[in-house]
């Protein structure tokens, strides 16, 4: 049993720090009206561009959303808020994170279908504690030790 | 594995055949295209400067259907486009108002492709900032919004209009061919 | 007459290789090695018509040929020499008679080297090479002929695409991506000859890793130098931003990578066959999904040539390769069970599998983020975005974990780990570890990426370096060697371990680097008048001037920099321009980036008023950037080191020996 109780702590520990990590990694709640600002446009897609959030782009859209969120901000309305006016006028599209939790799943199911494998790769295929050592290691060894004592002649 | 038997076979179409149609039904789009999410709802209220150096406010359509036309010297298509929207302008004048959006442009080349193509004497809101466009939700010119006398966004081509559309979506907004 | 030279070249290069691909089929089956040989001389002389074909090409582009639409197209008579034979690759047509020169040479190359060996697998090897090498010329036959002509002829070209006329890098990113992209087809045919001839043991095993390592240094080279063409020209102050054809890359990268640690488990512990036979199977079809991406116009990126027919013919490709290589795979199931039964749970196999299924895990993953808004799409209409935000989410934990095992997989046992193993090897690099998050903690770091990134890298490193540090010392001891002798002998007597500690290092130092300047820079935008100054950390910029001039060696381009003066850390002028390129409607950025090892400071002009002399600049402090290079240049020196061939040091000692 004991053999089992260290993979099982460094597969609980890994799994434990992955959550931790989903959860913390998600943006900080911005403080100052200029992180919030900064935090929203990292999350809108610059219109006129590939694959850029509004916050990195350079365009006239660009700069055009970033001045309306500021200046949304300074009326008083919540990030959420001023999200969905651009989806509203822009469809989800303009969300760099799908609304969908589908997509969350997505990672997940991956891992949790990666561990399954592992776990059934170790269950199924415990070998039994009198099996023999592999003969290439045996060789592989052999080889190496073959090597180095030529090795030492060389020198 | 092998006790798997012949039903491993499946694998294969299971796993190729819908990751092949996934990236067929990519294929035929254009990724640029992005349904508007304005269809059917009010227009949002916009304003602005025009190039005659009036103030020009959406509010000034009530009761009328217009086209608004975002476009820009320096877009190709734009030009292609123009003599469609000239006819309209000229063939339903009294029934139905033009508004082009200036998009990213100056209005010295916007006077110079005016002098060029035609003027249809429409009022053209100089958007420098890019204010407009983004309350319309715009992502490059060509685009037009077909809006009714109620002011209910009824249709939104993304790149240049063509006869078959202008065929199609005027009568939406109230206007027979 | 050269384009009609270069059009006939691709038309005798799809004989040549349909040829090649027959020839070698039936002499397989014969096992009539004249057959073979006529076969792979067809395959070198396919080699010799695409560099006939590339060839006419470039002279095309460089007498500014305007019969040719490609030319029309990526040329103008004033673009300078060097941009015109880059555009080689610049666009649709030209990359695609670019990839089909490299895959070419890539076979002509397997096939030479293998020429005296492998003869049951190598027939195969060379069909499913020369099948890749035909699909090539036959895009360029039908859909995507490069030498397509016009009439009348064009009196003035378009000039390239401005972003690619941009900076010199271009020269460089594509020819090494897509020499990692083609050179993945050399493991992917040596897997389908083992699968066709049955002889799944562990010969080709053997050849691929070495053949898979070569590619992929040039891919994980072209990725990162992909990275900094993006850093260095696009103006953003970022990097990589999870762009489709980004992703693209990364997926093969990712199989590949995968692959490489699955065949050493394959290969010493006779497990995890078939799984390394699927990862040879996704790596290729990733590289030919890569392809697609960028040409058939699907997604809309920075990178993608958005056109033509070319589309189906690469959807069919893709169907067919997977569809193919699956089947194999599936009627070989039977007989590709495990040798023997796998190792303890703590062992290094165990660690390789973990490390597999997370590379895959993390596949999985870009690639469902990169096809989501075609699936969505597909389904309901609507149009939706994976960008930054969800990959790095998604994305930073699972390469975090990868950190990790990086660190415990070559440092455990083949076959299983004692609890004092684990304790005398793992005590102190945690300890390390621990430390230096600490440290960070201590210098006020709050963020989890770079502490954790920290931690694990500091673990990592500690790992490796004990571990050379004993040997090192017991070679040392036993031979009288002083220690830096005795450290290298030991590792260039194992290249293939120490070179896969240095790749891990150079990963290390990437993944800090990363992780700190994604989570701790600044930025600032201002607007400045000439005189007027702006403090950015520890750096004060003031603006001097703001310069119009057509650029010296192109005139039709017109640039408008800010030259400013920097005083802090790296003082001296600096400028930053915005360029205007007649074929764009845009202004291409032309950041101005300072390096040093602590931080960038990146100035990019967002715009200009003429009028005042003012200019708006994004000022960025991106700390440690520098350091992505240096990591991403060890990764590349690392996997060098390690396929080094052997034969070549025994004949230099034996020289310096006489």
């Not at chain 2, 010295?108 to 003027?119: I, L, N, T």
């Not at chain 3, 010799?48 to 007498?63: D, E, Q, R, T, Y």
């Not at chain 3, 300047?517 to 600032?524: F, I, K, P, R």
Request: one cysteine or more.
């Amino acid at each position: 049993m004991r053999r089992w109780a260290l993979p099982a702590a460094a597969l609980a520990l890994v799994a434990l720090a992955v959550a931790v990590l989903l959860v913390v990694l998600q943006p900080a709640p911005a403080a100052t009206r200029q992180e919030q600002a900064r935090a929203l446009a990292a999350e809108l897609r610059c219109p006129d561009c590939e694959s850029l959030s509004v916050a990195e782009s350079r365009t006239a859209a660009a700069a055009a959303i970033r001045a309306e969120i500021e200046e949304q901000l300074a009326a008083g309305r919540s990030p959420a808020d001023i999200r969905d006016t651009f989806v509203a006028r822009y469809g989800e599209w303009i969300l760099l994170q799908p609304m969908s939790p589908l997509i969350w799943l997505v990672p997940i199911v991956a891992l949790l279908a990666g561990v399954a494998v592992f776990g059934w790769w170790l269950r199924g295929r415990r070998p039994s504690p009198s099996a023999p050592t592999d003969a290439r290691d045996i060789a592989a060894v052999e080889r190496q030790r073959i090597r180095d004592e030529a090795d030492l002649l060389d020198g | 594995m092998s006790r798997l038997g012949r039903w491993r076979w499946l694998l294969v179409p299971v796993l190729v055949l819908p990751i092949s149609w996934l990236l067929f039904t990519g294929l035929g789009r254009d990724p640029r295209t992005i349904p508007s999410p304005l269809i059917g709802k009010p227009l949002p209220s916009i304003s602005g400067t025009t190039l005659d150096g009036a103030q020009w406010d959406s509010a000034s359509l009530a009761g009328k259907p217009a086209l608004i036309n975002v476009w820009a010297s320096w877009c190709a298509p734009c030009v292609t486009e123009h003599p469609l929207l000239l006819d309209v302008a000229r063939r339903d004048a009294g029934r139905l108002q033009v508004v082009g959006v200036l998009y990213q442009d100056t209005a010295d080349s916007a006077a110079a492709f005016k002098a060029r193509h035609g003027d249809g004497g429409w009022p053209d809101v100089d958007d420098a900032s890019g204010r407009v466009a983004v309350s319309l939700g715009v992502t490059g010119p060509p685009e037009t919004f077909f809006v009714d006398a109620a002011g209910i966004v009824r249709y939104h081509q993304v790149g240049p209009l063509t006869a078959e559309v202008l065929a199609q979506q005027l009568p939406l907004i109230g206007i027979a061919p | 007459m050269i384009p009609t030279l270069g059009h006939v070249a691709v038309l005798v290069g799809l004989a040549a290789t349909l040829f090649a691909a027959a020839t070698f089929a039936v002499g397989a089956r014969r096992g009539d090695a004249a057959l073979v040989l006529l076969a792979r001389r067809a395959m070198y002389a396919a080699f010799g018509l695409a560099a006939l074909a590339s060839g006419a090409m470039i002279v095309s582009l460089l007498s500014h040929d305007f019969s040719v639409a490609y030319v029309v197209r990526n040329n103008a008579t004033t673009t300078p020499p060097f941009y015109s034979v880059i555009s080689l690759w610049a666009a649709l047509q030209g990359s695609i008679l670019f990839w089909t020169l490299l895959a070419t040479g890539w076979a002509a190359l397997v096939l030479h080297r293998f020429r005296n060996r492998a003869p049951a697998l190598v027939p195969w090897v060379g069909v499913t090479l020369a099948l890749g090498a035909a699909f090539f010329f036959a895009v360029m036959t039908w859909p995507g002929d490069p030498f397509e002509r016009i009439s009348p002829i064009a009196a003035e070209g378009s000039g390239p695409n401005a972003l690619l006329q941009n900076h010199p890098f271009m020269g460089l990113h594509p020819p090494l991506l897509y020499l990692g992209y083609t050179g993945l087809a050399i493991p992917f045919a040596f897997g389908v000859a083992a699968l066709v001839t049955g002889r799944t043991d562990e010969e080709w095993l053997g050849i691929v890793r070495r053949w898979t390592l070569v590619p992929w240094i040039f891919l994980t080279a072209g990725i990162v130098a992909g990275a900094w063409w993006s850093y260095q020209v696009l103006g953003w102050g970022g990097y990589w931003a999870w762009d489709p054809v980004e992703n693209a890359a990364l997926l093969p990268w990712l199989t590949a990578t995968a692959f490489i640690h699955s065949s050493m488990v394959a290969e010493r512990r006779g497990t995890l066959r078939v799984w390394s036979h699927l990862l040879v199977v996704l790596t290729f079809w990733l590289t030919l999904f890569g392809t697609f991406m960028t040409r058939s116009g699907v997604v809309a990126s920075v990178h993608s040539f958005t056109e033509s027919g070319i589309g189906a013919w690469f959807l069919g490709a893709l169907a067919v390769t997977l569809a193919v290589g699956l089947s194999l795979l599936v009627w070989r199931l039977p007989s590709l069970g495990d040798r023997r039964a796998a190792g303890e749970p703590v062992s290094r196999e165990s660690a390789f599998l973990f490390n597999n299924v997370l590379f895959l895990a993390i596949s999985v993953t870009v690639l469902v983020g990169t096809l989501y808004p075609l699936a969505v799409e597909a389904v309901s209409g609507q149009k939706v975005s994976v960008g930054a935000p969800w990959f790095n989410r998604v994305g930073a934990p699972a390469f975090v974990a990868l950190l990790f095992l990086m660190g415990i997989g070559p440092a455990l046992p083949w076959g299983g780990a004692s609890w004092r193993t684990v304790r005398e090897r793992f005590g102190i690099p945690i300890l390390a570890g621990l430390a230096g998050v600490a440290l960070g903690l201590l210098l006020g770091l709050r963020q989890v990426a770079p502490l954790a990134a920290i931690g694990f890298a500091l673990f990592v490193l500690v790992v490796m370096g004990d571990e050379v540090v004993r040997g090192a010392r017991a070679r040392g001891r036993s031979r009288g060697e002083s220690p830096p002798a005795a450290a290298w002998g030991l590792m260039t007597h194992n290249r293939r371990r120490y070179g896969g500690y240095v790749v891990h290092a150079g990963i290390c130092v990437m993944a800090v680097a990363i992780a700190v300047s994604a989570t701790m820079g600044t930025d600032v935008t201002a607007t400045l008048r000439p005189g007027q100054t702006l403090t950015v950390g520890a750096y004060t910029l003031r603006h001097d001037r703001l310069v119009t001039e057509p650029l010296p060696d192109d005139a039709r381009v017109r640039e408008t920099r800010a030259e400013l003066t920097v005083s802090g850390p790296q003082s001296g002028p600096i400028r930053t321009a915005l360029r205007d390129y007649p074929s764009s409607t845009t202004p291409i950025a032309t950041p101005s980036v300072r390096s040093s090892f602590a931080e960038d400071l990146y100035v990019t002009l967002l715009g200009y008023d003429p009028a005042t002399q003012a200019a708006t600049l994004h000022v960025f402090i991106n700390p440690l950037v520098g350091w992505l290079w240096i990591g991403g240049a060890l990764v590349a020196l690392g996997a060098l080191f390690a396929i080094w061939p052997e034969r070549r040091r025994a004949v230099a000692a034996a020289a310096a020996a006489a």
